[in-house]
T-cell receptor, first 116, second 116 residues
């Protein structure tokens, strides 16, 4: 079974609007961390935001916020006030506490295109 | 800005050639990883290391090999390149604190390998 599922292969958003990128996860480990990365066309992976499974509040980092719904096992990324530079691939990832290698499991990604 | 570097950024090479992809980090991280990523697809872990003289295979089977003789250096080698090895290879490192969930992995800019 997929540990991370991103059901939106591509998303479009108007500049200055907000957009939500979906991510659901699957784990039986009570302790885990969720990450979002941005991958521009240049190829590098840029860390955006982290949410721990025991965190009481949703994580926020500037224009990025994470809508964490633990019971639904979802960790959607919200980007407010979209900018042209936000156009990129976005990957959701999860690390399980006892997952061996402390590995990051990645979803298939969502390609976000910001329209001027 | 992360201090992890990959060389070369782009490599086009003929079938049967031996290649080594370099990855170096100056953060003193114990854990290092190699991911393989086809265009527009998710990242798959192919190798990881917990520290010097430690190397393990990841979730995705790969014909490549790795070595970890120094903390800062984690090269990946293909003894005989084939067109099926064409992909992007991403190197990452992470602080070695055990079971610390919120330490993100830092990624290099990737090597885009094309085998003709």
């Amino acid at each position: 079974a997929q540990k991370i599922t991103q059901t939106q292969p591509g998303m479009f958003v108007q500049e200055k609007e907000a957009v939500t990128l979906d991510c659901t996860y699957d784990t039986s480990d009570p302790s885990y961390g969720l990450f979002w990365y941005k991958q521009p066309s240049s190829g590098e992976m840029i860390f955006l935001i982290y949410q721990g499974s025991y965190d009481q509040q949703n994580a926020t980092e500037g224009r990025y916020s994470l809508n964490f719904q633990k019971a639904r096992k979802s960790a959607n990324l919200v980007i407010s006030a979209s900018q042209l530079g936000d156009s990129a691939m976005y990957f959701c990832a999860m690390r399980e506490r006892y997952g061996g290698a402390n590995n990051l499991f990645f979803g298939t990604g969502t390609r976000l295109t910001v329209i001027p | 800005e992360a201090d992890i570097y990959q060389t070369p950024r782009y490599l086009v090479i003929g079938t049967g050639k031996k290649i080594t992809l370099e990855c170096s980090q100056t953060m003193g991280h114990d854990k290092m990883y190699w991911y393989q990523q086809d265009p527009g697809m998710e990242l798959h872990l192919i190798h990881y290391s917990y520290g010097v003289n430690s190397t393990e295979k990841g979730d995705l089977s790969s014909e490549s090999t790795v070595s970890r003789i120094r903390t800062e250096h984690f090269p990946l080698t293909l003894e005989s390149a084939r067109p099926s090895h064409t992909s992007q290879y991403l190197c990452a490192s992470q602080s070695g604190q055990p079971l610390i969930m919120n330490t993100e992995a830092f990624f290099g800019q990737g090597t885009r390998l094309t085998v003709v």
